[in-house]
């Protein structure tokens, strides 16, 4: 595939090590560039947002993304962290090494995502099977995803995510048989992220999940379920952990 000359700038920042500087590049060209090109960048700075807001480790000059440290205060606990800056509570482990929640130190220096200030919004683009995660506008990650069939498709339109669960029982939409929590017949992975219905219900019992009903190659950017979202497991257990209820969700073409 040739690669767009937006494509090769970030190329060549990234190899120059600024991560700031081309995630906030890229993310500013993804606004800008028609669907192809956008798509392309997408792909190019996807592993560097992922390394970035993802993992653990510093960022130098991170403020400018968001990525914020937290020094931990008397009496504070992971839970009173994660509703300041409106995360998960588990994304402070996924960011924190020798982190455990129980065993917070007053002066502890956190590495935090902060989306009080500027909130979450995911916007699914179904014609590149795509879910993009942006702070204002700035790009936080980009995960590939399994959609609808072509007889139940993903709805389009605006929602967001009311519910997150984590080991849900699963009710198979064809025979109306319930798995419970960590069956092998219950196909959702571990992780539940509901949509509201909204006032016309065309997203009534549509969210995102896991997959384990089959090989990610029969799935994975194709159009195969009853119109939900799913994601790689890695993927679905990094959004559960940064996208919390009350995130606005895009679904479009």
């Known amino acids: 595939m040739r690669i767009h000359p937006l494509g090769l700038l970030l190329i060549v920042v990234l ?76 994304l402070i482990a996924r960011l924190n090494r020798d982190y455990e929640a129980s065993a917070l130190a007053v002066g502890r220096r956190l590495k935090v995502i902060d989306c009080a200030r500027q909130p979450l919004r995911l916007v699914v683009v179904c014609s590149r099977f795509r879910l993009l995660v942006w702070r204002g506008e700035i790009l936080v990650a980009a995960l590939r995803v399994g959609l609808g069939a ?47 219905p909204g006032d016309d219900a065309r997203f009534k ?8 009903g089959d090989s990610p190659d029969a799935w994975l950017e194709k159009q195969g379920s009853h119109g939900c979202i799913r994601l790689l497991q890695d993927d679905i257990a990094a959004l559960f952990d940064l996208a919390i209820e009350g995130t606005v969700v895009s679904v479009r073409d």
């Open 15 to 90: 190899a120059h090590g600024d991560d700031v500087r081309a995630i906030r590049e890229a993310s500013a060209a993804i606004v800008a560039a028609d669907a192809e090109r956008a798509a392309e960048l997408v792909d190019v700075i996807a592993p560097t947002c992922r390394r970035v807001f993802l993992a653990p480790g510093a960022v130098a000059g991170g403020e400018a993304l968001g990525v914020v440290e937290h020094v931990v205060a008397k009496g504070e606990n992971a839970t009173a962290i994660a509703k300041r800056y409106r995360i998960g509570a588990g």
């Open 150 to 196: 072509a007889a139940s498709p993903t709805p389009r339109g605006e929602t967001r995510v009311v519910l997150r669960a984590r080991d849900p029982e699963w009710r198979d939409p064809d025979t109306g048989r319930i798995f419970p929590p960590k069956h092998a017949g219950n196909i959702l992975g571990g992780f539940w992220m509901a949509f509201a």
């Open 205 to 212: 019992s549509i969210g995102m999940h896991g997959f384990t």
